[in-house]
């Protein structure tokens, strides 16, 4: 016997909200604002239906449960920017691609951990993909090749602003900036170097720089896309 195809949010049709009720554009803006002020865990079909002054039965209108709403909410994100222009130069396709992909995702703390399962559906995001795809074609014709640089260059945005994230989220919980956290620790940092056990760390503590996120992200960006053009020959 064959399995029931599930429906999806894609494929159904809207209904049209009723008189002075919200509909699914406002209910995924609702989430949203929740969503980036206090984190995805704090989403919920009854607390988005109420920030509306709907009932929740109203929201199940339109929305069958929590993962559609994360869905749209996915979907929504990945339209607010304009596309990557086209570009017969693969590096600045490539690069446009991941400083887009590093805008929404600072954006939104919580769409990152949404980015690294299965792949969103939403027109939205499949135009998005297609244009990444695009600008990865132009490196190799080979789209197996294509799809794994682009993926390549993706986690490397995935990671590099998770690093960015956890930075912030512990200058949050602990109540301390990155200079206050720095100055609390210093007279432990300078009892544990004086011993002489670790002298790369000396030099990283006394002699490097500290670069601004966006010029650390650059310059990894620049190595992968440096590592890609040896790899294919570019």
């Known amino acids: ?24 554009d406002q209910y995924v803006a609702a989430a949203l604002a929740v969503a980036d002020t206090e984190g995805l865990e704090a989403v919920s079909m009854r607390r988005v239906a109420g920030d509306l002054g709907s009932g929740t039965a109203t929201l199940y209108r339109y929305i069958t449960n929590r993962d559609e709403l994360i869905d749209l909410m996915i979907d929504a994100v990945q339209g607010e920017d ?3 222009e086209d570009s017969r130069d693969w ?32 027109p939205n995001s499949l135009r998005r993909s297609e244009a990444a795809l695009r600008a990865a074609v132009a ?24 690093s960015e994230q956890a930075a912030l989220l512990a200058e949050q919980r602990s109540g301390l ?8 620790h210093g007279p432990y940092i300078t ?44």
């Open 1 to 24: 016997m064959t399995e029931p195809v599930p429906s999806l949010v894609w494929t159904r049709q809207r209904p049209e909200p009723r008189r002075r009720a919200p509909g699914v």
């Open 91 to 122: 590096r600045v396709g490539l690069a446009a691609v991941a400083y887009g992909l590093r805008t929404t995702l600072l954006r939104h703390p919580w769409l990152a951990g949404e980015l690294t399962g299965r792949p969103s559906l939403g």
């Open 191 to 234: 009892e544990v170097l004086a011993a002489g056990e670790h002298p790369m760390l000396a030099r990283r503590v006394h002699e490097a720089e500290e670069p601004d996120p966006d010029v650390d992200f650059t310059f990894g960006l620049t190595c992968i896309l440096d590592g890609l053009a040896t790899r294919f020959g570019r």
């Open 139 to 162: 490196l190799t014709p080979d789209i197996t090749r294509a799809a794994q640089a682009l993926g390549t260059v993706r986690a490397y945005v995935l990671g590099s602003v998770a």
């Open 177 to 184: 900036t990155k200079e206050q956290w720095q100055h609390s």
């Open 82 to 84: 304009p596309l990557p």
